[in-house]
Every structure is written in C-alpha cells, then in structure tokens.
C-alpha cells in the first residue's frame, strides 16, 4: 500500500517536470512574431520614391478696388472748393455789395484778386467788366453775386474742350504723356487717372519713365496693382525714352484702350529737359502719335508754378493742365492765370490726397464753390 503511494508520487512528480520543461522550451523558441507595418502606398508607386509634398493651397487673387466715377468726383470738387476757395468768393462779394464803390473799393477788389495768383492782365479785365456792368445809372442795381458768377465764367472759359484724349485713331491706343516737376504730384496723378479710365471700363497700361527715382516706379506699381493695370519698368536709371517705348509696343501689342507715361521731372536745366522729354516724344511717336501731353502743377506754388508751366510749354506741345492740391490753397485764381499763360485748359484738378480725389474741372462747379453756391 505504501509502495503504490510512493509510486502515485513518483508519477506526478514526473508529469510536473515534464510539463514544466516543456513550458520553458515553448518561452525560448516559439516567440511571437510582432507583426511589421507596411507603410501605405498608391497602386504602381516605389517606396524608395519620397513621399510628395502636401500641395499648398493658391493664394486668393487680391481683391481690386472699383473707383468712383464721375459724379462722385464732381460731387467732391465742389464739396472741397467750397472750403478751400470760399474766402475769395465771399471776400470779392463783400466788397462789391457795399453801398458805394468808390476808387478804394475797386482797389482792394483788385488787390484781392492778384492775391489769389489770377494774375495782372485777367485781373485788369476783370474789374473793368465788373466796373462796367455794376455802375448803376438810374434804375435798379444789379446783383453782384449773379454778375461775379457771369464774370468770373467768362475769365475760366467755359466753352473750352477739357476732355482727356485718350483714344488713338485706327485701333491704336490713346498715349498720354505726363510731365512735370517732381514734388507736383506727378506719378500720384498717373495713378489717379489710371483709377479715372478704370472706372469708364477702358483697359489701361502704365509706363515707369521716370526711371531715375526707384520711389516714382514702385509708387507707380503700386498703384497698378490696387486697380489690376499692368506697369511696364526697367532697372533703375534705365533710358526713359526705352522704357517709353517697350511700353507703347507692349500697349500696341496687347490691344489697350490707353497707355500712360509718367516721365522724369528734372529741372536742372531747361536743354537737359528738352533734350530728355524730346527724346522720349520721338521715340513714342515711331509706333503711335502722343495724343495728350498733361502738364502737372502744384496750385500752391503760385507764380513759381507759372515758371514751371513756361518751361514745359516751350519743351513740349503742352494739351492740358492738371492742378493738384487746390483744394490746401486759397489762390485759386492760378486756374485762370495758368489757361491764360498757355493757352490751353485746365482739365483735372486734386481737391485731396485720397485715391479718387481727381476730378475733371469743371468752371460753373468752380464758380459755385467760390462763391458758396
């Protein structure tokens, strides 16, 4: 009985060893393989390949401004004549409602006008037709505001032709040439017509000539890009009449409605301009003729801008004059003097820095803000 217990034993004690040895076998041989992950790939590409770059998403076209048009402007211009011009208006209408005019009256009447920079031969006009039609001779006075207004009308002539050409002939483009001394506001005004014949639905290319001022060409460019016109421009200090000219032909070649040429403003010598705004002229006119030659004054310079104006008379055929920042000066009477002294029109004046703020002249608007109308 003794014996089998002892053999019961024995056996169990075997089977655990067994069963223990097999356990350790199966811990050193039989690991569990840890499944490898495959990267992801499309169908017929190489893993060798590097993956491809995440494509980023395009930049939004800039969003271009609209410009006012023309009634917006013209609303404008009287608005700022009104309360730059308004003290000559309301100074010539004081003095001429007085009960008497006597020879003192007239006097400071003519004083006043020269004072605003109308200049001495309109000036003289002025007061002898003032003298005239308000001499009262029986019957009853006649009003000096209407008769000023008339007057003063007839000093800006209002018949004059004050439209931009700036269509060519036979499908050509119109080419506007820009000229003036730097500080007048001359590349701003590019931009700004730019902006004008945008809003009128013409397609506009712009011309950097003004190629010895890195500031005019980038000033110029950044104008194009606000209202989506393209800006043809050579390293600096590149010939303006070249840049002039690849500009006209990139014009020609594209089918533009109008191609506007800024040009360098140097004063130092009335030849060296000459020579320059010569040159570019000529150059242009191989491909197609200039159709409008815009001179740029400062209003605020007075009779030194009336210099200026001489100059470029002389250099250039002159066709139209732009007056900028009339809206800062009380003498506005240059409009008169600079139309008398060149003999052609003011077309477009500034009233302010803003980017539509250039508006076609217009005289009866003019008048008005002058006397408070």
Do not use: C, H, Y
């Not at 003036?180 to 701003?188: I, Y």
């Not at 194009?224 to 590149?238: A, I, L, S």
């Amino acid at each position: 009985m003794a014996l089998e217990w002892i053999l019961l034993i024995v056996g169990i004690a075997v089977v655990g060893l067994l069963v223990l040895v097999g356990l350790l076998r199966s811990g050193r041989g039989d690991k569990v393989d840890t499944p490898t992950v495959q990267p992801t790939q499309a169908p017929g590409t190489d893993l060798l390949e590097p993956p491809e770059s995440v494509t980023e998403p395009e930049p939004s076209a800039p969003t271009l401004e609209r410009p006012e048009g023309r009634e917006s402007r013209l609303v404008r211009l009287r608005q700022r004549l009104s309360g730059s011009q308004g003290a000559l208006g309301r100074g010539l209408l004081a003095l001429l409602s007085r009960d008497r005019l006597d020879s003192d009256t007239w006097e400071d009447i003519e004083d006043t006008l020269l004072t605003a920079d109308i200049g001495v031969a309109p000036t003289q006009e002025l007061v002898d037709r003032l003298r005239s039609r308000l001499r009262v001779e029986g019957g009853e006075a006649p009003d000096p505001r209407t008769v000023l207004r008339e007057e003063l009308l007839t000093l800006l002539n209002p018949e004059a032709d004050r439209r931009l050409a700036v269509s060519g002939a036979d499908g050509q483009p119109g080419i506007v040439l820009v000229v003036g001394v730097n500080g007048a506001g001359k590349t701003t005004t590019v931009g700004k017509i730019a902006r004008i014949l945008v809003a009128e639905d013409r397609t506009v290319l712009l011309g950097a000539a003004d190629t010895f001022r890195a500031a005019a060409v980038e000033q110029l460019a950044t104008w194009g890009d606000r209202v989506g016109v393209e800006v043809v421009r050579g390293p600096e200090g590149t010939d303006p009449a070249s840049v002039a000219f690849d500009a006209v032909k990139q014009g020609i070649d594209a089918g533009v409605d109008t191609v506007l040429v800024d040009t360098a403003g140097r004063l130092q010598n009335k030849a060296g301009l000459m020579d320059e705004l010569g040159k570019v002229k000529r150059v242009i006119e191989k491909q197609a003729p200039v159709t409008e030659v815009l001179l740029v004054l400062d209003a605020t310079t007075g009779q030194n801008g009336m210099v200026q104006a001489r100059v470029f008379s002389e250099v250039v055929d002159v066709t139209g004059i732009v007056l900028t920042k009339l809206d800062g000066s009380a003498k506005g009477g240059i409009v008169v003097a600079v139309q008398r002294q060149l003999g052609v029109p003011v077309k477009l004046v500034g009233v302010g820095e803003g980017p539509d703020d250039l508006a076609p002249f217009d005289p009866e608007a003019f008048v008005d803000a002058l006397l408070g109308g």
